[in-house]
T-cell receptor
Framework: ETGVTQTPRHLVMGMTNKKSLKCEQHLGHNAMYWYKQSAKKPLELMFVYNFKEQTENNSVPSRFSPECPNSSHLFLHLHTLQPEDSALYLC????????????FGPGTRLTVL | AQSVTQPDIHITVSEGASLELRCNYSYGATPYLFWYVQSPGQGLQLLLKYFSGDTLVQGIKGFEAEFKRSQSSFNLRKPSVHWSDAAEYFCAVALDRGSTLGRLYFGRGTQLTVWP
């Protein structure tokens, strides 16, 4: 595997379900990010991790719970989501959290019924 | 507050025609500037970036962009568009200082349609 991978690519869940999104980067980076991309809206930064430590939580509702066990893996745990949470969730990584290029995964298309 | 504006939501060009996608930013100093492309169902791929130096930067797939400080712009250009260039294009800026160091601010994107 190369670059940034995300699984699953598509996910359909009910509002009472619990699911997790996984991201893995194979680039040796130490910073990882979760973004939400909704139709007709700019990309929204959700969380930033640097060396496994969360450095930014952009006022994300608690029904989204990130986890970063090491610099290569990032998870987004989902529970009791709302239909408006349906979106493309993108993971990215970079070498440090300075003004560096971010490398994006293909995203997980989430549909909440 | 920092902001990125892409004034064109949707642009349609014929294959072989030239292309210019506009991007303006709001920030007091020179930011770090990026253009990303997103094909349907895919993540974002970096086309090019500007950090400093020559204000005309070359990227992948034949794209180039020019940083104009006086206009706070970073427009993306391609002399001859191919059908495979149909995608959504995002301009982004990152700051070089302050509490939001490194955070990428994205524009809303420009959807490019290419007619054969």
């Amino acid at each position: 595997e190369t670059g940034v991978t995300q699984t699953p690519r598509h996910l359909v869940m009910g509002m009472t379900n619990k699911k997790s999104l996984k991201c893995e980067q194979h680039l040796g980076h130490n910073a990882m990010y979760w973004y939400k991309q909704s139709a007709k809206k700019p990309l929204e930064l959700m969380f930033v991790y640097n060396f496994k430590e969360q450095t930014e939580n952009n006022s994300v509702p608690s029904r989204f719970s990130p986890e970063c066990p090491n610099s290569s893996h990032l998870f987004l745990h989902l529970h009791t989501l709302q239909p408006e949470d349906s979106a493309l969730y993108l993971c990215a990584s970079s070498q440090g959290t300075g003004p560096n290029e971010q490398f994006f995964g293909p995203g997980t298309r989430l549909t909440v019924l | 507050a920092q902001s990125v504006t892409q004034p064109d939501i949707h642009i349609t060009v014929s294959e072989g025609a030239s292309l210019e996608l506009r991007c303006n930013y709001s920030y007091g100093a020179t930011p770090y500037l990026f253009w990303y492309v997103q094909s349907p169902g895919q993540g974002l791929q970096l086309l090019l970036k500007y950090f400093s130096g020559d204000t005309l930067v070359q990227g992948i797939k034949g794209f180039e962009a020019e940083f104009k400080r006086s206009q706070s712009s970073f427009n993306l250009r391609k002399p001859s568009v191919h059908w495979s260039d149909a995608a959504e294009y995002f301009c982004a800026v990152a700051l070089d200082r302050g509490s939001t160091l490194g955070r990428l601010y994205f524009g809303r994107g420009t959807q490019l349609t290419v007619w054969p």
